[in-house]
């Protein structure tokens, strides 16, 4: 059955460790950011999380008991091995050293390889503060001698999803191929019925077309049907140049 933890990251239920968490200022940032990606590697027999800082409400159109069962719902569609919510303050989101800590915290539970944050340029002051917030944690969690939960622990790697509220032509590092994924993704953004449909323009291109558009681009790109772009501030390592597309 698919939970969304919600308890302290001390009482957490053990887990193997994941390969990748996706942290995520509001739920629905993970799923239009990367959610093709995440149910790719996750169908790839990758262990996959998503870590929600709050609830994201309120909205002009949600409530917090919707917003669970959509985000519910969305989880199912993706079928990820971990989902959990961080209880942090939607709209007031700040990089305190409390949420450092929490957050670290997680990380430290958790024991994902890598990281996924929202790329660091943004309008949303939640999505700025959640960036600086998850680097920060990152290096908080290999810390010793502190009150935090688990053992030392340094994710290897973090990066960038973007889900961003500037008209930016963005130059992303690489591109995945999700073709194969973007009808998963799709159903996983439109069980945010409160988000992405209540209240948007029905008439076409709806929010929805605008994202398929958006993927199409950046498969495009690739010379693939639909894509997802990621930043990364350090160099990435390949094994060779066979995944090269
Ligand atoms: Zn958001």
């Not at 669970?68 to 969305?74: I, M, S, V």
């Not at 700040?94 to 309008?123: G, M």
């Not at 680097?135 to 908080?140: S, T, V």
Request: proline content about 8%; glycine content about 6%; aromatic content about 10%.
């Amino acid at each position: 059955m698919t939970t969304i933890h919600t308890e302290a990251p001390a009482d957490l239920p053990s887990t193997d460790p994941l390969d990748m968490l996706v942290v995520a200022p509001h739920p629905d940032d993970a799923e239009l950011g990367m959610g093709g990606t995440i149910a790719k590697m996750q169908s790839m027999g990758w262990r996959v999380g998503i870590l929600d800082l709050t609830s994201g409400e309120p909205t002009p159109h949600g409530s917090e008991s919707l917003r669970r069962k959509e985000t519910l719902l969305a989880t199912e569609t993706l079928g990820i091995s971990w989902r959990g919510n961080a209880g942090l303050p939607n709209r007031k989101l700040e990089h305190t050293l409390d949420a450092r800590e929490l957050v670290a915290s997680y990380f430290r539970v958790l024991r994902p390889r890598w990281i996924f944050a929202p790329y660091w340029q943004d309008a949303h002051p939640d999505h700025i503060a959640a960036t600086e917030m998850i680097e920060a944690a990152r290096f908080w969690a290999k810390l010793s001698k502190t009150n935090m939960p688990g053992e030392r622990f340094h994710p290897e790697r973090v990066f960038y999803y973007y889900c961003i509220h500037l008209r930016m032509a963005v130059t992303p590092d690489w591109i995945v191929d999700i073709s194969e994924q973007w009808e998963t993704k799709r159903a996983s953004i439109e069980a945010y019925q409160s988000q992405f449909v209540h209240g948007r323009e029905p008439q076409p291109p709806t929010f929805i077309d605008r994202l398929r558009d958006e993927a199409a681009n950046w498969g495009r790109l690739i010379n693939r049907q639909y894509g997802e772009p990621f930043a990364t501030k350090e160099p990435l390592g390949l094994r060779s140049l066979e995944g090269i597309l």
